[in-house]
């Protein structure tokens, strides 16, 4: 792979990337690609052709094929098909497409759209009712599991085939959902799509970057060296930490949101606006049980999410390993069985996930033993711990006394 990079590029100077053994020019929609511009722009000279895969459908297929046509070939370390752990993912793909991993699974969708907003609509009527801690408890819930749901949307990883209007409405679903528990679908689309083609990549992954609030040590005498009094109590903070990241987050959007051309956010606007209107008008009264849902849905979503990536390898952005190989270095799997996948939204299978972002979550248990498989026939690591372990994982990565007293 070449050498990823986001500076600024010339006027005149192309902005290329390597798919398919081809160096193809994307400059002319860069600034319309639906996964961000940013993210081009991470793999200007680099190889691309393992995440193009994961990541687009036939239709997009199609248009690259018209693309390459005129391209000239990339350059001879881009070919990462013809390694043998590349081709033989590549094999592995096309196996779970045969046996219909990737198939639509509309019972098991309609299960937890019910198990997402029921709860919400509960809630509400609780919080009313003589209950307002369970009934907020049970609303901060319900926007915890609504994120996972429309995750699963916006990957498109639920309505399936070649009716482009059926596919589309991931889309519209994944929207209603997002701003059902108060975040900006686009802003969430361009965070979370770039954490997927670089993930744990020091500069280029947003989700890894924590610093001054969490500063993960990972055993290195110079960055324990360096952290000032307060970051010096962050392995006690970490946990507690969980439970203001929904707060963090809804301002994150919206300032997202708020940098961008009004035509092209307005729709997220104007069902943010219908988010909070509903919100205060039904904890009007009651603002302190407001914070609570915001306290449990922060917390449930912090601790999830941070177990899956965050205590393990941090790698440059100049790497030369296929996607499995980062994948097994950079995720790890929340034990627990069937409840801990579905009340993760699955995932609890993060290392699936990652391999194969468009599968339908629900056929990800059955996509497991075949990546154990692929994985022990490589050599490569699969990591794997319940929540608690994943937890103090976290907190060793963070850990830095013993290094000072060395």
Partial sequence: MGKGGQRELKPSEPLEVYLYQKKVDVSSFARTHPGGEKALRIFRNRDATEQFEMYHSPAAHKKLQVMMKSAPDAPQESEVFTTDIGADFKNLIKKMEDIGLYNPNYPDEIFKLFVTIVPGLLGAHLLHSGWPCLGAFLIGFSFYLSGWTAHDYLHHGVFKGSNTQLVQWNNVVGFALGCWQGFAPSWWRARHNTHHLVTNEVGNDPDIKTSPVLTFVRNSPAIAAKLNAAQRFQTYYYVPLMSVLDLYWRLESIAYLAVRPLKKTGTEWGLLAL??????????????????????????????????????????????MTLAEQTALTSRNITGGWLVNVLTGYISLQTEHHLFPMMPTSRLEDAQPLVREFFKKHKLQYRESNLWECVKINIRALEFHHLLDA
């Fill in 275 to 320: 988010h909070y209107s509903v919100l205060f008008t039904l904890f009007y009264g009651q603002m302190q049980w407001l914070v609570f849902a915001s306290l449990v849905r922060g917390f449930l979503t912090g601790i999830v999410v941070f177990a899956t990536h965050y205590g393990e390898e941090l790698l440059s952005p100049n790497h030369s």
